[in-house]
């Protein structure tokens, strides 16, 4: 009989770490991706405008570069400048860079920087979930059971309390 309660037990907690892992994707991660993606596809036509006008200053300072070299004078600033002018004012390149650097952070992870703050801001969504799994009796450690009593999850049941009766904490909860 008791066998029989604890693996309905282990069962049902299955099931809810498993509706808490829907609950995550459909009310949490779905909503923020979409809104990250959504900010990324927002500023997209400044990035292209930004981009096209650095584009087309930078193929005019590399073409004065190559005359230069070729005929082996140096590039007098001023000239230099009233080139650009022709192209772009200084004051919209100067904006275009600072667009780019605005929307095209260093570092390859401006991506997930947006998906982490869009999932902060869902974040009550989840919680009072959170709060009832935590209180969950069935996942606590208990020094001195046996190996993978009452561990919720399959993958728990077979982790077993350390010699000091330290909990171990698994993928998906503790044993």
Known sequence: MTAVLRNLEAAAI???????????????????????????????????????????ALAVLVR?????????????????????????PREQVTAAMAMVDKLVPEDDGSAEITLRKALAGRYNTVRPFLTLLGESPALAAAPGREAGAGCGSKAARSCAAQDDETPVVTGRGRC
Do not use: I, Q
Request: glycine share 2%.
């Open 64 to 88: 004065l570069l190559d005359e230069a070299a070729a005929s082996r004078v140096a590039l007098d600033p001023l000239l230099v400048w009233s080139k650009l002018a022709e192209v772009a």
């Open 14 to 56: 299955d099931d809810a770490l498993d509706l808490f892992a829907l609950l995550m994707a459909t009310r949490l991660l779905s909503p923020a991706r979409r809104a990250s993606e959504k900010e990324r596809l927002a500023n997209l036509p400044g990035l292209e405008r930004a981009s096209r006008t650095l584009t087309r």
